[in-house]
C-alpha cells in the first residue's frame, strides 16, 4: 500500500563523513520535505522540493544538500559542515494543485547518531 | 500550550474522559491549520486540519477549534482511550501561494498520557 519509506532507520555517522538519508514515496506526491526534530522540539523545515529538479532551502538548511532527480525520491545529505547533525530527520511530501493546500504526511524517520 | 525548552507540557487524562490541548500560534496572517499525533520512535500521524475561514471542524472523535481573535487552536479528543497517548503538535502555514509546496511552522508540542 502507498506511503513514505524512510531508510535507515538508524545511522551513525563518524567525523569528517558525509551521510545520506533515503526518502522514497509511492503516494505520487509532487511535494517533499525534510525535516529535523530535536529531543522535546517541534519539526524544524531543512530543505523542501515541489518538484523534480528543484528544491529550495528551508530555515536551517546549512551543513545540508538534496537532489530530485526522481518525483519519488528525495535524498537527504548530511555533510560534514553540519556540526551538530545528531537528531531525528523525518521526511514528508504532499500531493498539490487540487482543492488548494494539503495536509503534509510523514515517514517513520531516521534517527542520525554520532560516533 | 507550547513549551519552552526541552520539557514539554503534560496532560493527564483519565480514560473515558474528553482531552483538550491547545496552542497559540504566532502569525495573524496564518491561514491554515494541521494537528498532528506523534507516537515514540515514529513520523507524525495527521489528524485533522482546518483553514482560516473556519472556526470549527470535526473529525472521528476530534474537533478542532479555531479563534483568530486570539490567534488560538485547540484540539479535543472525546473518550480519550490509551492509544491517544503520544505527543501533540499544532502547525501553521502562512499564507499559501497556491503552488503545491509550503511551509509549516510547528508548536513544541504537548504530551498527552491516559490514564487506564
Known amino acids: 500500500d502507498g506511503g513514505i519509506t524512510q531508510s535507515p532507520k538508524y545511522l551513525f555517522r563518524k567525523e569528517g563523513q558525509n551521510v545520506t538519508l533515503s526518502c522514497e514515496q509511492n503516494l505520487n506526491h509532487d511535494a517533499m520535505y525534510w525535516y529535523r526534530q530535536d529531543p522535546g522540539q517541534g519539526l524544524r523545515l531543512i530543505y523542501y522540493s515541489q518538484i523534480v529538479n528543484d528544491f529550495q532551502k528551508g530555515d536551517i538548511a546549512e551543513g545540508y544538500s538534496v537532489s530530485r532527480e526522481k518525483k519519488e525520491s528525495f535524498p537527504l545529505t548530511v555533510t560534514s559542515a553540519q556540526k551538530n547533525p545528531t537528531a531525528f530527520y523525518l521526511c514528508?511530501?504532499?500531493?498539490?494543485?487540487?482543492?488548494?493546500?494539503?495536509?503534509?504526511?510523514f515517514g517513520d524517520g531516521t534517527r542520525l547518531s554520532i560516533l | 500550550g507550547e513549551s519552552v525548552g526541552l520539557h514539554l507540557p503534560t496532560l493527564s487524562v483519565q480514560e473515558g474522559d474528553n482531552s483538550i490541548i491547545n496552542c497559540a500560534y504566532s502569525n495573524s496572517a496564518s491561514d491554515y491549520f494541521i494537528w498532528y499525533k506523534q507516537e515514540s520512535g515514529k513520523g507524525p500521524q495527521f489528524i485533522i486540519d482546518?483553514?482560516?475561514?473556519?472556526d470549527k471542524r470535526q473529525g472521528q472523535r476530534v474537533t478542532v477549534l479555531l479563534n483568530k481573535t486570539v490567534k488560538h487552536l485547540s484540539l479535543q479528543i472525546a473518550a480519550t482511550q490509551p492509544g491517544d497517548s503520544a505527543v501533540y503538535f499544532c502547525?501553521?502555514?502562512?499564507?499559501?501561494?497556491?503552488?503545491?509546496?509550503?511551509?509549516?511552522?510547528f508548536g513544541k508540542g504537548t504530551k498527552l498520557s491516559v490514564i487506564p
Open positions: 502547525a501553521e502555514n502562512m499564507g499559501y501561494s497556491g503552488a503545491g509546496s509550503y511551509q509549516l511552522t
Open positions: 482546518i483553514r482560516s475561514n473556519m
Open positions: 514528508a511530501s504532499t500531493l498539490s494543485g487540487v482543492d488548494g493546500i494539503q495536509p503534509q504526511h
